[in-house]
Each structure stands twice: as C-alpha cells, then as structure tokens.
C-alpha cells in the first residue's frame, strides 16, 4: 500500500478543487441557457452576457468573443493573459502543496524532566526479584581478614587439645563503600560503582562462621538467551550489548511525564566488556557420521589434520608471558599465537614428528595434509566432539584425551607418546598465557586472562548444505587458540523513549566515551590486598572520579591509575572452582560481592562451553547449539576464521553475565543500600525494598523533547515563485499605469458599460435615449424595456443574424418604422 504524505493529499486536493473550480461555471451555464427565455428585459441581457462570457465557454466553442482573426494585437495578447494566468495558478496550487510534510524533531535546547522507574515486561523483569536489603560482604581466605572487617578468636583446652572457634564480622564497613560510591558519582551521577552490583537472583545462605549467621549468595538460574537478538537492548538492570559483547550497568529510569512525540538524551555509563583474540592452529579435526542411526559411536573416523599448523610450524618458539599482567600490555592475540604455537609443538612431540626440545627444534617429520588418528568418543575418553556442537575449554591438548586415557589404550599404537608428553605440560600453556594465577598477587597488576581451545562449528567437506546431518557425511572442525581479558570502560548511551512502557525504551547509539583533555578521564582505584593472593580475595575497583580529582583520606590500600579503560582483576584456570562445576557463578562462603565474582565466574563458563547434561554444564542455557539450530549456524558464520572466531566467547561472555547481576543505579533513583551497620538485628537485614518504592533524588535530569513540526521542500515551491513574479510584476504595471493616469476604475466602468450587450442594444433600438451614462438612470429608462431574442433568421438587409424585438407588439411597430426610414433615405439617394 501505498503511502501519501500531508503535501501529497494536499495536492491531490487542490487538483480536485480546481477541477470543480472549471466544472461548476461550465455545467452552470448549460444548465442556465435551458431555462433562458427569448424576451428579457434589456438589463437582463446585460446579466446574461456577463454570466456567459465570464465563463471558458467561448474558448471552448470558439465564439465571437474569443476570435483572434481582424483583434488589435495588444486586445489579443491581454486576451489571452488570464489564461496564461488560470494555467499557472492551476499548477501552482497543485505541485506546491506537495512540498509539505510532516517532521518529528527535537528542540533546541534541552528540558528538565523527573524520572521514575519503569519494570522491564520481558523475561528478565518477570525473573529477576525484587531488590534485598542485605549487607555487602567478604570472605578472605582462612588466613587473612578482609579490610575493615574483623573475627574474634575463642580457645579453650578441652583436655590436652586446644580447641578455637573465629566468628567473622564480614560486612563491608560504610566508609569503604562510600568511598568507590561517591568516587563514582564525582565522575557521573549516571555511573555505577562496584556497590550498585547486585545479584539478580540470589538466596539468604547459612554462614555459621559469620556474626550474622546468614549471608545473601547467587542462585543464578537462567532467565533467556539473548545471543540471536544481536542488537543493543535494555533488559532489567542492565544494557545488554550483543553486537560486540559487554553490559551496562543502569536500572531503568524514564521521564514520568508522558510526552506524545517522545524524548531523547545521553548517560555516561559503567560497561564492562569482554575482550578476546582468537589464532587459528591451522589443524582441524575430521570425522563421518555413522551410517547406522542406532551406532554407539558418536563419530567414526576421528581424525586430526595438518592444514599448515604442524608442518609450517616456526622453528622459533614464541618468548611465553613473564611478569604481571598490568594494566597495558596485554596483547591478548600474542597471548593466543603463542599457546597455539606450544600447543601444536606439545602434539607433534606426542605423535613423535619432532623432539621434545622447543628451542632446538631439528626435525618436523609431518607433510601438509598428514592425519594423525584420534579415538572416537566411547567409555574411556572425556573428548567428544560432533557435527551439532561447539565447544570451548581452558585445557590445551583435550583432543589428545591425556587426563582420562587408559594406559592400556596407550599401548595399541606404535610410537605414540613416546616422550611421555603429560597434561602438566599442556597446563603450563594455560598458566603462561593467562599470567596472573591462583599465587598471583592480589592487586592493580593481576589482570585477568583466560586462554583456551575453542573448537569452532563443524561443516560439510562435501559441499553440501551444513545444516543437514547426512548419514556417512563429512566434517571438518576448525581449532582456535583464543585469549580473553574484562576491562571496565566507560560507554556514552544514547537513549529514547516515547512514554508507552518499558519496550518504549530504546539504545540508540552506545559509544566509548570521548574525553576532551586528560583531565577529563576516569581515576580507577583497585584495593591492594598485598600479601593476600588472587585465591584468597579478588580486590575491589571502581571510577574515583576524573583524573584531576583529589582522593580523600581513607585506611585502605588503594591503587590508582588515569585511563580510559580497567582491566579487572582476577584468574581463571582449569583448576579453579572445581566444587562449584555446577553453577557458573563462583561462590565463595558467606561473601556477597558479585561486582568481584561474577565476570570472572562468567568468563570461565565462556571457556567451557560444552553440550548440554554434561559435568560442568548443568543448570544454564546450551550454547553450545546442540538445541538450537539457529543458534549453531551463527557460530558457523563465526567459526570460519580466527577474527570471527573471539567473539563467539565475548557473546557467551555477555549471556551469562546478563543472567547473572543487576545493577540498581538509576539516574533519578536513589537505589535501596545495604545496611553496614554491624548492630542491625537479622531482621532488619532481610528487609526488601521493591525498586517501584525506591526514593527520587531531588535534581532533574536534562533531555531533548521531540515535537511535531511541519516542513516543506523548496523545489516544490518553483512555481508558486513564478506565480509570485507574475503577480508582482503585474502589481507594478498596475501601479505605474495608475499613476500615470492610463487605468483608473472610471476607465474600467466605462469600457465595462460600453462592452454590454443591453448598452449596445439599447443605443441601436432607442439611439437618442440608450446614451444615457449613469447605470440607475439607464436601467429606468432603457433597461427595464424588454426584448426578445428570436434566434438566427434574416434581417431586413437580408442577412442573417440574431435577431432582437423590443416585444409582442412594441418590437414590431419599431421594426416597421425603421424599415420605412430605410426605405425612405434609400428612395432619397
């Protein structure tokens, strides 16, 4: 169907309108002249010939009044002048009104509106519980005690035994959480700290060792897949980036007043986004389907193939990661290239095509094209790769089936393994890469990596379709050594909102945020927690303000640095979390601080990313593409090379950290805080404050209000501007012949009254008495006589003509007597 816009109805208006302006005066004077009578009043006649004349139908018929043949030039050309006109009047009035339309445009300047909360209808508001008023808190290893917190230690001999109990005061004191709160609020009062971080499903867990006895910990169940959106959206809490990976941290605040047209305005926001490259191994791993459906065996014929990794492999063994990781020199793809090189080493040493040696390597016994065989998943092996999955893991070497291979299985090939290659060795690849590790130091430096394998989506060597499973078909299975790190960063939001409802709520437009001198950029603070290590705590961060702010005094060790961007801290390893398989959020005895666990906890899940009901994957979403189909075919999009290939992780990266926390800060929102009091009862502790209840804070936020305006496209207006030069023109020779005396409306009713069909008719019947100038007098006299219009006939010259009669009895004596005078001054001649 076909849209038409304000300009275009209008136009199609006017050409109506002009239409019935043509229409009406011609089918009137039809109608007119079947009702006219042959003897009217002189006047009458008069009318008559007005109303006829002023009509088109003398151009259409071509009557005398419309003749050019014998006219004066100057009479003809002004004849014709008002149809000229007419014509250029017509147009204009037609393309002029097709310029309009209609535009929805923000103001100049913006306004200040009050915001209010809006509950998000989807899947995550339905899902996500209302905010607890639990206190923040810490646990820091058996030896160690988290900063301002504090245990008291009870012994008593029972005996000759020595027996002590500690009970634990584990909240956050309010000093340090005021401390990265306003840091925060110095920089944006749109920004998240660390302590706007909360659980977005969560469970009251027993703390015995604590004061309080009770603690708030995850209970992270999963509540949709956002991945196939691709789209940055607002879900509960957050904004949810799945074009490139990352989430914002915002509860979801809109003007209160509705406004018809909408509105618009900007939010810097705290992002954190994952960061990953991946480096092809240049080896795949084939394999066919079983032609029998009822087969035990997942795939037959698992191969790994050389595709340059083993037999192009550089001679020079990569320089692996030293030191700590810091805050800028994480180059993430010289990270992977390197464990992709030891990795490929590390197999040829097992397979015996080269010596163990790594930096004398003499020999490479592998061609382009080799195949090393590869058991097929049955009882005795953990690796299990398929045509519907993908998979991702922190060991490097899984394909290799070390940790869980029979020895007897070791036997039945000739010269496998001979130099006694262990999954030590291949740990040590996950070690370097990642840098910081469970002894690191728990501080600003100890930036989180993690490396693994991603074994990216099968497809069909066959040339046939890959989203079709064939018995016996071919596949093919690419390898990716991948790196990834978390940083927080700032994002400049773009929002909209029409008023109608939390899906009213649009992104618009997310972007690093742009700093107009270094002044301007973020002061990061991290806790040095020195000589606690990363597997005793994982220290605190958060914006301090802008570069030039000045921290005040506190009793922590806080590291700080000024740059646009924080790695956070932390490590992930094959090791860590071994108790906690089945949830992919960490969980840590009677500590709630999800702004330190979650990212890393999610991380690890993007690491080991395997098919449904298997260890480690219980309880969350597939992504592995088992269970949807669409979901596999965008990871075989991304599979098909090394640059793709990262973001596979930093989409899984988001998802699960989109489950898993909320952020409670709103502009125009004061979000309910957890008391640190160390008094409050148990009771008061557990008190919830639904988010439509939480308190408006008093400052108005600034926002661009849309409104409706009409505008016009100029090239339309051509010929109005013609018609106007026309018209201005004509106006300026009607003034100066007016000044010079050539037009004046005497002259015009002069020539009006000389034209007249009645005056002319009048002088010829009644010479003497039809000269009469004033029209009232002239109607008296000569007008109100009547005359009849006997049609075309022939006069008493003997031509043919329109005949008129002044009446019955009166018209004929006139004729008579005229005819007498005729024939008596033609006698006389």
Request: aromatic share 10%; net charge neutral.
């Amino acid at each position: 169907m076909v849209e038409l816009s304000v300009g275009q109805v209008s136009g199609f208006i006017a050409f109506g309108v002009f239409i019935l302006q043509l229409f009406f005066p011609l089918a009137l004077v039809a109608i007119a002249v079947a009702f006219l009578s042959e003897e009217n009043s002189i006047v009458t006649w008069s009318v008559i010939g007005r109303f006829l004349h002023s009509s088109q139908w003398p151009s259409l018929l071509g009557t005398d009044t419309a003749a050019s043949t014998g006219v004066q030039r100057r009479v003809n050309i002004a004849s014709w002048l008002p149809t000229v006109a007419l014509f250029l009047v017509m147009v204009a009035s037609i393309v002029t009104p097709l310029g309009l339309y209609d535009s929805i445009e923000a103001r100049e300047s913006p306004s200040e509106y009050e915001f209010a909360y809006v509950r998000d209808d989807s899947a995550f508001g339905h899902g996500t519980p209302h905010r607890a008023v639990a206190p923040f808190t810490r646990n820091c290893g058996v030896d160690f005690v988290c900063p301002g917190t504090s245990v008291d230690k009870a012994c008593r001999m029972q005996g000759l035994l020595e027996n002590c109990t500690s009970e634990y005061d584990r909240e956050v004191p309010q000093d340090f959480l005021n401390f990265f709160s306003k840091g925060a609020a110095k920089f944006s009062p749109s920004v998240s700290s660390i302590f706007d971080i909360q659980w977005r499903t969560y469970v009251n867990a027993s703390d015995t060792s604590s004061k309080t006895r009770w603690y708030l910990s995850s209970a992270f169940r999963q509540l949709s897949v956002l991945i196939l959106d691709e789209t940055i959206k607002p879900v509960e809490g957050l904004i949810v980036d799945m074009k490139t990976g990352g989430i914002g941290f915002r509860n979801h605040t809109v003007p209160k007043e509705s406004l018809s047209h909408g509105s618009r305005w900007t939010e810097d926001i705290l992002f954190i986004e994952p960061e990953t490259q991946c480096v092809d191994l240049n080896i795949t791993l084939d394999f066919k389907l079983p032609l029998d459906a009822t087969s035990r065996n997942y795939v037959e014929n698992l191969i790994l193939t050389d595709r340059g990794g083993f037999s192009a492999l550089d001679r020079n063994s990569p320089k692996p990661n030293e030191g700590p990781n810091g805050q800028s020199n994480l180059n993430l793809r010289e990270r992977a290239y390197a464990a992709a090189w030891m990795n490929n080493f590390l197999t040829l040493v097992y397979f015996n095509a080269t010596d163990p040696d790594a930096e004398k390597i003499s020999r490479l016994d592998v061609e382009k094209g080799a195949t090393f065989p590869l058991p097929s998943f049955t009882h005795n092996t953990t690796f299990r790769v398929g045509y519907e999955t993908i998979r991702s893991n922190l060991e490097f070497g899984e394909y290799l089936n070390l940790t869980n291979r029979r020895l007897t299985v070791n036997r039945t090939r000739e010269n496998e393994n001979p130099h006694g290659v262990t999954t030590e060795n291949f740990d040590y690849i996950t070690m370097t890469c990642g840098g910081s590790r469970v002894n690191s130091p728990a501080k600003i430096d100890s930036s989180v990596v993690g490396c693994g394998l991603l074994y990216g989506a099968a497809n069909r060597t066959d040339g046939k379709s890959s989203l079709i499973a064939d018995p016996g078909s071919p596949w093919s299975v690419p390898v990716y050594s991948c790196a990834s790190a978390l940083k927080a960063t700032i994002r400049t939001v773009t929002l909209q909102y029409n008023g109608t409802g939390f899906d009213a709520l649009k992104i618009l437009s997310t972007e690093l945020k742009h700093y107009q001198d270094k002044s301007s950029i973020p002061l990061w603070g991290v806790e040095d927690l020195e000589p606690m290590q990363l597997d005793d705590a994982t220290p605190a961060w958060g914006i301090l303000g802008t570069a030039n702010s000045t921290s005040t005094k506190h009793p922590y060790n806080i590291s700080t640095i000024s740059q646009e961007s924080l790695y956070l801290p932390g490590f992930v390893d094959q090791f860590s979390d071994l108790l906690n398989l089945n949830s992919p959020i960490r969980r840590r005895m009677g500590q709630n601080f999800p702004g330190t666990d979650f990212f890393l906890r999610a991380l690890r899940s993007a690491l080991s990313i395997d098919r449904p009901n298997t260890s480690g994957y219980q309880g969350y979403a597939d992504y592995s593409g088992q269970s949807s189909l669409a979901l596999y075919a965008k990871w075989q999009k991304l599979s098909e090379s090394a640059a793709k290939a990262g973001k596979i992780l930093d989409l899984v990266w988001t998802d699960v950290a989109a489950n898993a926390v909320v952020g409670t800060k709103g502009w125009g929102l004061t979000a309910p805080t957890p008391s640190s009091s160390s008094s409050s009862s148990s009771k008061s502790s557990r008190k919830r404050a639904d988010d439509t209840s939480t308190k408006q804070q008093s400052n108005m936020v600034p926002i661009t209000v849309y409104e409706k305006r009409i505008r016009y496209r100029i090239p339309f207006a051509v010929p109005a501007f013609i018609v106007l030069a026309c018209t201005l023109a004509v106006v300026c020779a009607l003034i100066i012949l007016a000044t010079i005396g050539k037009t004046s409306l005497k002259r015009i009713r002069t020539f009006l009254d000389a034209t007249s069909p009645g005056r002319i008719l009048g002088i010829f019947m009644w010479p003497e008495e039809g000269k009469v100038a004033d029209t009232k007098e002239w109607i008296k006299t000569i007008g109100v006589r009547r005359a009849t219009a006997i049609g075309v006939g022939t006069s008493v010259d003997g031509e043919e003509g329109l005949l008129m009669s002044e009446g019955a009895n009166r018209g004929r004596y006139d004729r008579d007597v005229a005819a007498s005078e005729n024939s008596n001054v033609s006698d006389a001649k």
